[in-house]
């Protein structure tokens, strides 16, 4: 039976600690390496990945096809504009077509129940590269980020400032398996889904929700935002206008840690979500973050291919 990797929650804390472990041992291995170089082991030779692609993306589309490289496989994209998709296939026929032509599916989409019917139709992994409702290879790579600077994840400080999406989705899913403590700075009207803060508080997390940013980075051990407004947004004066107190700015990072570090998940609108100061700062970790979405999503496809 094919293993998916739709959320967090489907690997469990376990299968997530062993792909942060693999990560950190093979990005160790290859430092200095070109880029392309395939690992020594090349544990996916002659796998190819499907990268479905319905919304546009930098670090998604680079990330999985240079992680595919460096495990000794290949990658192909596919986009609305390019396939049968944009035409009308069905998700359920694309599914069945790719399963009888490459050995895994990467899916990056607005809408996740696509992503859902790619699982119950295919017959190899399929990977979530991004939902409107989670995004799990992102924070697998900000766990990585954390734990390479020294963060403990049991009993970590994180603050989120700005929109309830789905970015914080997944780290809330990330608490619950972790156990670490959430505080959410938002304005009403923009918080997560209530069954993501239910997730994290059953298992033990403390979750805040506040209307006070100040407060919500208070004593933080990391602090993180995300662009206030997403691709296809509707009424976006309106957000902006909500979201402007919850700026992270040098004011804001003072109330957090001194060690306190900043997470971003790019691309950021610096002067909106995050001043330049804070963004360029000694406490930025945005580009560390970026690139561990390659050691990350190794380790992700590892998993899916039972190699972990």
Known sequence: MARHFLSLTDAGGDAIAAMLADAIDRKAARAQWPK???????PLAGHVLGMIFEKASTRTRVSFDIAMRQLGGSALILDSGTSQLGRGESIADTA?????????????????????????????????????????????ADLLTLVERGKALPGLELAWLGDG???????????????????????????????FVDLARAAGCTVTVTGDGAAAATGADVVVTDTWVSMGQEHTRDKLAAMAPFQVDGELMAHARNDALFLHCLPAHVGEEVTAEVFEGPQSAVFDEAENRIHAQKSILLWCFGKL
């Open 165 to 195: 999406n789905n970015v914080l989705h997944s780290l809330l899913e990330a608490a619950a398996l972790f156990k670490f403590n959430v505080r959410i700075g938002t304005p009403a009207g923009y918080e997560p889904d209530r069954e």
């Open 36 to 42: 392309g170089r395939t690992d020594g082991d090349g």
């Open 96 to 140: 069945r077509v790719l399963s009888r032509m490459v050995d895994a599916i990467m899916i990056r989409t607005g809408d996740h129940t696509k992503a859902e019917e790619l699982v119950r139709h295919a017959t190899v992994p399929v990977i979530n590269g991004l939902t409107d409702r989670s995004h799990p290879c992102q924070i697998v």
